[in-house]
């Protein structure tokens, strides 16, 4: 499955080792960078799922799960530079 703009939506194995995510906004157009800041949560009982927190500029907190791997991409996987 491709977001809109024609990604491949982010792995588990690629969320592992990436350090910075862009989240695609397909409907305003614009490509928003999210980077790394912590440890990668994966569960023995479920190997499926994992949870990466991210942050995007000074305040904006969050975390990358499963249900989110659409929405983002690999940084160096973008065609789009998004500044």
């Known amino acids: 499955m491709m977001s809109k703009h024609g990604y491949e939506p982010l792995s588990k194995e690629r969320a592992l080792d ?3 995510f862009h989240e695609d906004h397909s409907d305003t157009g ?5 980077r790394r800041s ?5 569960w023995k009982t479920r190997p499926y799922e ?3 927190p991210v942050k ?4 904006k907190n969050d ?3 499963t ?6 991409h690999a940084a160096r996987d973008c065609r789009v530079d998004p500044h």
């Open 30 to 34: 614009r490509i928003f960078r999210w």
């Open 38 to 42: 912590g440890q990668t949560k994966t």
């Open 50 to 52: 994992y949870r990466v």
């Open 18 to 20: 990436e350090r910075v």
């Open 63 to 65: 975390a990358l799960t």
């Open 56 to 59: 995007f500029g000074l305040f």
């Open 67 to 72: 249900t989110d791997d659409a929405y983002f």
